[in-house]
């Protein structure tokens, strides 16, 4: 018998999860970028933080190892192969860090990783401590395995630190896990070694586990400053976890191999070790072709890695004595990672300003907002766009400024 029409007649409608923004509608920014580009009007794109399009040789071989034969047996295992976790032990000793294999699991991203690790650590409801500014993408990853991201204050006094208090207040008997980033996205500051004890006594004291977001860990902007930074897998009290991966250590976001290493006191790593491994084996989410072909990829990585560290180094030097001959303006210190952050002067929104960037003097650069900067104005801009480009960019974004100063005198 067939249906009655009326009982079952499609409603074209479906309800979605609130996990979802509900308004995915883009930005004016977006708008300008996409009008700029249609009238082939050229753009210089100080957004670019995809390192594969920012000229670097990659070797032409370099991701041959994706095809060994290993690759065509599946070998589920939780945390992923033991060569591939002992490859990765080899890369934490690089940096000075001791840690057992069997405290490491793998994951197909550092967003992976925090997805995994969410699951783990916290019910729906429970809060996760992030800084700010910091990654824009904190929101959704928050989000989606709903959790609730509630900020804490970065300031910057020539330097940024860690707002003690705001963290200390930002704290509640829901607070599940305190995030850091080390060098942060877009800040460029390491956690010291002093900070990062307070926060390690901060999270033994109220339960709280600390998840160190360490893929830029590699790259510095001021020789040294690595080593002035804490080292998060020799706490003795909090549980702790520290993420890395492909994704910037060797500019290879599109391989999709991430980490996550695990410290602490031993009991705790241990229980946290079992319940993770139940949760990474209902997942399984990394590829074994990149297992397999994990420990020659990282044996590759200083050649790009090298490229990247001198283009930064470049310029960032360049943004700083740039910035410096136009007084209203400044480069903040940063001590490391990819990005740059430019102060201006606040002559209107932030978003009237690289929307005027766009569509006046052909640059396009993020707002600060866009990583929840405290007050206006700021513009942050990527490290990674070649030099000349980067260069001829960053003047375009003075010049720009300079003018409407001018028409404002
Ligand atoms: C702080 C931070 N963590 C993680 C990532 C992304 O890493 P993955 O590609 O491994 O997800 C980024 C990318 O920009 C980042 O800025």
């Given amino acids: 018998m067939r249906p009655r029409r009326g009982a079952f007649a499609s409603k074209q409608e479906v309800t979605f999860s609130s996990r979802v923004p509900a308004d995915l509608g883009s930005n004016r920014l977006a708008h300008a970028v996409h009008r700029k580009r249609a009238k082939g009007e050229p753009l210089v794109d100080l957004t670019e933080s995809n390192p594969t399009r920012a000229g670097f040789e990659y070797r032409s071989d370099l991701l041959a190892p994706l095809a060994h034969p290993r690759g065509l047996v599946y070998e589920p295992s939780p945390f992923g192969l033991l060569e591939a976790r002992r490859a990765i032990a080899g890369d934490y000793q690089r940096r000075g860090t001791t840690i057992d ?125 690595r080593a002035s930074a804490g080292r998060v897998l020799d706490s003795r009290d909090a549980l702790v976890f520290s993420l890395g991966g492909l994704s910037k250590s060797a500019g290879l976001p599109q391989v999709k191999l991430g980490w996550m290493a695990i410290g602490g006191p031993d009991a705790l790593v241990d229980r946290a070790v079992e319940r993770l491994e139940l949760v990474c084996d209902t997942y399984l989410s990394v590829a074994t072709p990149v297992q397999a072909a994990a420990a020659e990829l990282i044996g590759h990585t200083a ?21 410096a001959t136009v007084p ?67 003047s375009r974004v003075l010049r720009h400024v300079e ?3 001018a028409g404002h005198a």
């Fill in 101 to 225: 294999p069997e405290r490491i699991a793998l994951s197909a991203s550092t967003s992976d990783a925090y997805s995994l690790l969410f699951k783990l650590l916290a019910d729906a409801g429970d809060e996760v401590l992030v800084p700010r500014p910091s990654y824009p993408l904190f929101d959704h990853l928050t989000r989606l395995d709903e959790v609730t991201a509630i900020p804490y204050d970065l300031e910057y006094h020539d330097g940024w630190t860690i707002d003690q208090s705001s963290l200390e207040r930002a704290v509640t008997p829901r607070t599940r896990v305190l995030l850091i980033v080390s060098p942060n996205n877009p800040t460029g500051s390491f956690v010291k070694a002093e900070e990062l004890d307070r926060l390690q006594a901060i999270c033994a004291a109220r339960d709280v586990v600390l998840i160190a977001d360490e893929v830029f860990s590699d790259y510095e902007l001021q020789p040294g400053a």
């Fill in 303 to 323: 050649a790009v890695r090298s490229q990247i560290q001198t283009r930064i180094a470049a310029n960032y030097r360049s943004l700083v004595e740039q910035t």
């Fill in 403 to 405: 003018s409407r100063i």
């Fill in 328 to 394: 209203a303006c400044r480069a903040l210190h940063a001590e490391g990672g990819w990005y740059g952050v430019l102060q201006v002067p606040s002559l209107g929104s932030e978003e009237d300003l690289v929307v005027a960037l766009v569509e006046r003097a052909g640059v396009l650069a993020h707002p600060g907002y866009f990583f929840d900067f405290a007050r206006e104005s700021f513009l942050v801009v990527s490290l990674l766009p070649p030099e000349r480009v980067f260069a001829d960019g960053v």
